[in-house]
């Protein structure tokens, strides 16, 4: 078995050396990013166990057992990471830039696309507009000792198992499985908020550069029946069940207060606080 683990290492180093970033080819990049982007889910499905005693979506998008933030920003670190080695102490200091970093971009480009917050930290001390803060900058810095030091060696090893054209495959199917969902996600959200606003007349910011074009859309019968059948405001809220939006006069909003009659997870597990 070992034997086989070095040689299809050696064969995916040989078949991708012209293509490579930091010494890491296209496709395990692309496959740590769907490996941690599952391992994240995991992780952030015992976290919503664990402090709010329930078990609820955590993922990115529609279908899929993915939260990205993960993957991204594991793929990113691995590569940032790899001028800060040195010791404990440099992958402390790159971690906590790095994760902060990916953290505050993904948070950006989720409000800019999605028009939705997937976290706020405006309650916090030391936050940076709501989408970092110094504690979770902490945590992506110790993070990042034990994903070099510990966790990353056996994924490694766990991928070194796989010949580099069957990986190939795996992961190009898992890339374009997640790409779809993305698209899906992305179009069904439009909908869900522009559904969200129409029947609950709310003034949101952002949404209306979209809102006419996909109430119109919502309009057509066909279209309709499609949307509310497979985008209801159940499973949209039970697949994101922490979404915030802003309201025009900079109030942030859970879309779970605004559907108060719908349970936001799929069962509790034992109460915690309000849950």
Request: charged letters at 20%; aromatic letters at 18%; proline letters at 2%.
């Given at each position: ?9 050696a ?25 941690y ?6 992780i ?12 609820e ?12 933030i993960?993957?991204l ?55 940076i ?6 504690w ?12 070099i ?19 190939a ?6 890339v ?36 006419e ?5 919502y ?14 405001d ?6 994101f ?7 025009k ?9 605004i559907?108060?009659?719908i ?13």
């Amino acid at each position: 078995m070992e034997a086989n683990v070095l040689q299809n290492k050696a064969k995916d180093e040989k078949t991708n050396k012209k293509f490579t970033i930091m010494g890491f080819t296209i496709t395990r990049l692309l496959a740590y990013f769907v490996i941690y982007s599952i391992i994240g889910f995991v992780i952030e499905t015992i976290f919503g166990l664990v402090t709010k005693g329930v078990i609820e979506s955590r993922k990115s998008f529609l279908y899929g057992p993915f939260c990205a933030i993960y993957g991204l920003g594991a793929v990113v670190m691995l590569i940032g990471l790899q001028k800060f080695k040195k010791n404990n102490y440099t992958l402390f200091f790159g971690g906590f830039l790095i994760g902060s970093l990916v953290e505050y971009i993904v948070s950006w480009i989720g409000e800019i696309i999605f028009h939705v917050k997937w976290w706020d930290y405006s309650n916090f001390a030391f936050n940076i507009n709501g989408r970092i803060c110094i504690w979770f900058s902490l945590f992506w810095g110790i993070l990042a000792i034990y994903l070099i030091t510990h966790i990353h060696p056996k994924i490694d090893h766990f991928l070194d198992r796989f010949s580099p054209k069957m990986l190939a495959i795996i992961t190009i199917t898992f890339v374009i499985m997640m790409f779809l969902d993305w698209c899906i996600s992305s179009f069904a959200l439009k909908m869900f908020f522009t559904r969200l606003v129409n029947n609950y007349h709310l003034e949101l910011q952002d949404v209306s550069t979209y809102q006419e074009k996909y109430t119109k859309l919502y309009e057509n019968e066909t279209v309709k029946l499609i949307v509310d059948s497979l985008f209801s405001d159940e499973v949209m809220l039970k697949t994101f069940p922490n979404l915030k939006v802003t309201s025009k006069d900079g109030e942030i909003i859970l879309v779970k207060d605004i559907l108060s009659h719908i349970q936001p997870y799929y069962f509790k597990v034992f109460p915690i606080g309000e849950e």
